[in-house]
């Protein structure tokens, strides 16, 4: 038995049949105290908020939920004490046992007493007893810093009720009337919600009891930084994707730390000055964070009047801190975005890896107009870098997830990709101006330092200057003329040069670099206020991106045809060895097989058993033509993990963790809720599919990429956005075309299975419409269902979203119906279907899919859906098409489709001339 703060939760509890943490010792805490809310599915559903005090959980049990919003005022029941390991604590209490029901840990964090504004998150004791007081006078005031709940709360007692408290959330900057944070219903710590529990999911392990900072793997408790600098990123020449990384938006601004230490706020540039007097929005801003010390890193930026980035906003904002006659363009705002934490209330982070550091950062930050924090991205870096330069910004920083920060050091851990090369240079000196610009100057000589400290001479540059900056600049160079060269080398110029003392750095950007380090077509960007002339050194390569994975922005490239053969070559050498389970390499990748023998056909009669080795042998041969065809397209799987006889389900969303060989793309169906859906962008991906038994490959009629016939507008950034928007326009019309007319053989109520009169029924309905869309100058190209039917494809620009194409669609087939009412049905009741030829426009829906060319099917001679001439559609019948016999049949004749997207049409001045006809 156990007395004390527990005795009550011990009494209730039977330990040897509930699965919650027992009462033990609790070991001597460190850091801010914790808190945890956690959603309960007992007899009623209710939030427990539990506030750590003097080793134990104080805790209140919420019916409604906590709200953001100050007026609401939630009750709060209070309970008993509970230990501190429950805080981590998740799972199934089963019946009969008291709270019997579902428990997820929905939020957790740290917190502290704020009432007057002081914060104790760095005094432990101090915090503990100011709380103590609280709860004696009934009414505590705190600040969370949660990964949901942020900001100042109070709990108030009410004087009905010994137990009966309010839980109201304080007016500041995380107070939201309009916003239902109990939307978000997924436990911070697993990601399961108390509908996963009750399906069985099981809840992970905890990891740790707390979310302080003693549990953020290797946060150190140290002194302040006596040394404040910011990490620097290397350059990369391409945007790549990568799961290992993070990718966040460039800004064009000024790179900024942020520190608090003993109630004094300190703004730093990127080479150490004081910047504090500049920006009192900002200071303003971070004298109302939640913490005792802090350090920040980030950029300052300036928003214009249309809230758009405006770097001369930011330079007219700083020249108007020193002067009244400004007349550059006005800021509308300053902000600063915050991307790292370097140190809290105590402990050095900057050893802790870059994910680690976002989680404590994103649960700290309080933010504010001006001050946010900068969103990054997982995985699709391609996206987010042509996102980024739609809305006009530089381009990416791509951060490794493991890194850990380096103050200071530039890191090939930190990448900056930008959509035109630029660097900075030291001005060396001047050329004269002639014409209208004889009164200042015609060129700026331009230098950088080499590994001796020697400046080395880079060239000139003499565009991208306005009447105003010519004449600011030509007033600074003069203040620090001086009679000798500062460069290293002499300076080939076929003009007289004034020289500078190299005080002053510019960025320039250019369209490439000689081998010698001069620039080519340089034009001058800006005065680099932030950056001291030592720091600019020569840097005439480009980091190369991870794992050799760099690819060219857009679609996955295809290998060349040389390495794609031997790539398949090598697969099927290693698949035809006689072991059961395998592991293949793959164009570099390692894929564990298991169970090959196992039968996906039964087979019967004449046809022979298929094996999963089968269906990967053919997957591997057929990969060259099939793989252009699943390129960026999402894929919804089709599973028979025990054969076609056994098991089927539908898989749209993968819920696991997937090779890094697998690419996947956030989207959702419906406005629903964002899922990562696969795709099969290479020969590993395919072969993988083939191993989770993915016999049918059914893929979306969009992609999930920009080209020339559907770019991304400017005011989309978030890649769920982008992504949704691209795959709401369709490459294809689709019509599927099937046969109602049985066979006799069939039992009651099934579907009509193969026979010779319907498939050819089939396929002279698809020769009626392949006549009109001759008549409308469409392309149409046919392939088998694999089953008993066909699809024809029409390739179309992507001009036009699924709305407007099905309603085409429909057209279409309407014009069909007409010509030919007795053998032809659109009716979508299947009594009315029989006898006639069933014409479906009804695919062409965003999500919806088809199985693809040449995907495996779940029929009983393993037939595939397979791509035709039309001069042979009348010579054919589908179980001519099988995995066996399907490779050899493309060996010999290749892919009839191979062409299809060129062979786009625009959709609407076709239609239109095909209705004037």
């Known amino acids: ?136 006078a009934g009414k505590l005031s705190f600040t969370l810093r949660g990964h949901k709940l942020k900001g100042s709360w109070t709990l108030v007692k009410m004087k009905r009720g010994q137990n009966d408290w309010l839980l109201i959330k304080h007016r500041d900057e995380q107070a939201d009337t309009a916003k239902n944070i109990l939307d978000k219903d997924r436990s911070v710590v697993s990601g399961l919600t108390i509908d996963n529990l009750k399906a069985g999911k099981k809840a992970s392990a905890p990891t740790s009891t707390a979310p302080g900072l003693d549990n953020v793997a290797s946060a150190r408790r140290t002194a302040f930084p006596a040394r404040l600098a910011p990490m620097l990123a290397s350059s990369a020449e391409r945007p790549f994707s990568d799961p290992d990384w993070l990718f966040e938006p460039k800004l064009d601004g000024y790179r900024t730390i942020a520190a608090i230490s003993d109630g004094r706020v300190r703004l730093l540039s990127r080479n150490g000055l004081d910047v504090t007097e500049k920006y009192a929005v900002i200071v303003e801003s971070l004298r109302r964070q939640p913490a005792a010390s802090l350090v920040l890193d980030g950029e300052i930026i300036a928003l214009d009047e249309k809230g758009k980035l405006c770097f001369q906003c930011l330079q007219g904002y700083l020249e108007s801190m020193g002067r009244r006659d400004n007349q550059g363009p006005a800021a509308a705002a300053i902000i600063y975005y915050v991307f790292d934490i370097l140190y809290l209330d105590g402990y050095d982070l900057s050893g802790v890896p870059l994910t680690g550091r976002k989680e404590v950062l994103d649960r700290v930050l309080s933010t504010t107009p001006a001050m946010r924090f900068l969103e990054h991205f997982e995985g699709e870096g391609e996206v987010i870098y042509h996102a980024a330069i739609d809305q006009g910004l530089e381009g990416v920083l ?22 035109v090369k630029t660097d900075d240079f030291v001005i060396g000196g001047y050329t004269p101006g002639t014409g209208n610009r004889s009164h200042s100057f015609g060129a700026l000589v331009l230098g950088y330092y080499n590994d001796k400290d020697r400046l080395i001479p880079a060239g000139n540059v003499g565009s991208g200057f306005d009447d105003r900056l010519l004449t600011d600049l030509k007033s600074r160079l003069d203040a620090i003329k001086t009679e000798r060269s500062p460069f290293e080398a002499k300076v080939d110029l076929n003009t007289p040069v004034t020289w500078v003392r190299p005080e002053l750095v510019a960025e320039v950007k250019f369209s490439e670099r000689t081998r010698d380090g001069r620039l080519r077509a340089p034009v001058f960007l800006r005065l680099r206020e932030d950056k001291t002339p030592d720091q600019v050194r020569v840097s005439l390569g480009d980091t190369k991106a991870p794992s050799g994975r760099t690819k060219e922005a857009g679609p996955a490239d295809d290998p060349p045809p040389r390495r794609a053969k031997d790539a398949v070559e090598d697969v099927l050498v290693q698949l035809r060895r006689p072991e059961d389970n395998l592991t293949i390499e793959v164009e570099g990748n390692r894929i564990n097989l298991t169970n090959l023998e196992k039968v996906l056909w039964p087979g019967g009669g004449k046809q022979p058993a298929r094996t999963k080795r089968d269906l990967l042998l053919y997957l591997a041969g057929v990969a060259p033509y099939l793989l252009k065809h699943l390129r960026d397209r999402p894929l919804t799987l089709s599973r028979y993990p025990d054969g076609i006889d056994g098991e089927h389900f539908w898989q749209k969303h993968w819920g696991h963790p997937v090779p890094e060989f697998v690419a996947t793309a956030p989207l959702s169906e419906h406005g629903r809720k964002t899922h990562d859906y696969l795709l099969c962008n290479n020969l590993a991906t ?175 001679e393993a037939t595939v859906s397979m791509p035709l001439p039309w001069e042979g559609l009348m010579k054919v019948y589908p179980t001519n098409f099988t995995v066996a016999s399907v490779p050899a049949i493309l060996a010999d004749s290749g892919d009839p489709w191979a062409g299809i997207l060129d062979a786009k049409r625009d959709l609407k001045a076709l239609l239109d001339s095909g209705r004037k006809k």
Not at 37 to 49: E, I, N, P
Not at 120 to 135: K, V
Request: glycine share 8%; hydrophobic share 35%.
């Open 1 to 136: 038995m156990v007395s004390g703060m527990l005795g009550e939760y011990d009494k209730k509890r039977d330990f040897r049949r509930t699965p919650e943490p027992a009462p033990t010792a609790p070991a001597a805490g460190a850091g801010p105290l914790l808190f945890v809310v956690q959603k309960h599915a007992a007899r009623r559903l209710h939030y427990d908020l539990r506030l750590e005090l003097d080793g134990a959980l104080k805790s209140w049990a919420i019916p409604g939920g906590p709200s953001l919003d100050p007026q609401v005022k939630r009750l709060a029941v209070m309970v008993e004490d509970h230990p501190l390991d429950y805080a981590s604590f998740e799972g199934n209490i089963p019946a009969g046992e008291y709270g019997a029901g579902q428990v997820i840990v929905w939020d957790r964090g740290d917190y502290s007493p704020d009432e007057e504004g002081k914060l104790s998150f760095g005094d432990r004791d101090e915090a503990s007893e100011r709380l103590r007081r609280g709860l004696a």
């Open 398 to 419: 791509a951060k490794r997830k493991g890194s850990v920060y380096k103050p200071g050091q530039r890191s090939p851990d930190w990448l900056k990709i930008k959509s």
């Open 686 to 860: 395919l072969l993988w599919l083939g191993q989770v038994a993915d016999l049918e490959l059914h893929t979306w009629f969009s992609r999930v990429i920009p080209g020339p016939d559907r770019d991304i507008p400017g005011d989309l950034t978030e890649p769920a956005e982008i992504l949704d928007f691209l795959t709401s326009y369709p490459d294809f019309i689709i019509f599927d075309i099937d046969p109602y007319i049985y066979s006799g053989t069939e039992s009651r109520g099934a579907e009509p299975g193969l026979n010779k009169k319907g498939f050819t029924a089939t396929c002279e309905v698809a020769l009626w419409l392949k006549e009109i869309l001759d008549g409308l100058s469409l392309s149409a190209f046919v392939k088998t269902s694999g089953r008993t039917g066909l699809h024809i494809f029409v390739p179309i620009l992507r001009h036009f979203d699924f709305h407007a194409v099905h309603a085409a669609t429909r057209t279409i087939c309407q014009f069909v119906l007409q010509r030919h009412p007795a053998s032809v049905t659109t009716e979508w009741a299947v009594e009315k279907r029989t006898g006639k030829v069933f014409l479906d426009y009804n695919q062409n829906v965003r999500g919806k899919t088809l199985a693809s060319i040449l995907s495996p099917r779940p029929s009983p």
